[in-house]
């Protein structure tokens, strides 16, 4: 079923999902997609589509990379962040996690990453996953995304492709 006309997941997730219209909902077209046994690229695997956005598993993270003493995301991811979303024509937001009533009571928990154009957000970088809206969500058609947006992203999550984004 894999459309051999596309050239990156993203474009093949979003091809196969507008292919298959309304026949099934979230949770059996991930299934279905699960069966597709989709490739890694750029360190990162599928994991689910759920209301326009797609998931995925993140290659294991050092959390000390991702958060100082403050949990606020480090000045280095940061940077990348703001780079790509630059780049990639969005604005960058730095909420943060819910608390959990587990949280030492001086934490301010911690913070993600999230990639917005005008009042969307299309990118939710965290340590633990990402996630990438494919369908606008007013008129649920294809939001036009980067080509090598995964390959960007892999800057926040891989080593040696953070080095494209140091100054």
């Given at each position: 079923?894999?459309?051999?006309?596309?050239?990156?997941?993203?474009?093949?997730?979003?091809?196969?999902?507008m292919?298959?219209?309304?026949g099934?909902?979230?949770?059996?077209?991930?299934?279905?997609?699960?069966?597709?046994?989709?490739?890694?690229?750029?360190?990162?695997?599928?994991?689910?589509?759920?209301?326009?956005?797609?998931?995925?598993?993140?290659?294991p993270?050092?959390?000390?990379?991702?958060?100082?003493?403050?949990?606020?995301?480090?000045?280095?991811?940061?940077?990348?962040?703001?780079?790509?979303?630059?780049?990639?024509?969005?604005?960058?937001f730095?909420?943060?996690?819910?608390?959990?009533?587990?949280?030492?009571?001086?934490?301010?928990?911690h913070?993600?990453?999230?990639?917005?154009?005008?009042?969307?957000?299309?990118?939710?970088?965290?340590?633990?996953?990402?996630?990438?809206?494919?369908?606008?969500?007013?008129?649920?058609?294809?939001?036009?995304?980067?080509?090598?947006?995964?390959?960007?992203?892999?800057?926040?999550?891989?080593?040696?492709?953070?080095?494209?984004?140091?100054?």
């Open positions: 079923m894999t459309d051999a006309t596309t050239s990156n997941l993203l474009e093949t997730i979003t091809s196969l999902r292919a298959v219209g309304d099934l909902n979230d949770e059996e077209l991930t299934r279905f997609f699960l069966q597709e046994a989709f490739p890694s690229e750029d360190g990162f695997t599928f994991v689910c589509l759920c209301k326009g956005w797609v998931t995925f598993r993140v290659p993270q050092n959390l000390v990379r991702w958060y100082p003493e403050t949990g606020w995301i480090t000045p280095a991811k940061e940077a990348i962040a703001r780079s790509i979303a630059e780049e990639c024509g969005l604005s960058l730095e909420p943060p996690d819910e608390k959990f009533s587990y949280s030492p009571a001086e934490s301010d928990g913070h993600h990453l999230e990639m917005s154009h005008e009042s969307e957000t299309v990118v939710i970088a965290h340590p633990r996953y990402l996630k990438i809206r494919l369908l606008d969500s007013a008129t649920q058609r294809p939001l036009k995304l980067p080509k090598d947006l995964l390959g960007r992203l892999a800057a926040l999550y891989l080593e040696h492709f953070a080095a494209l984004y140091r100054t």
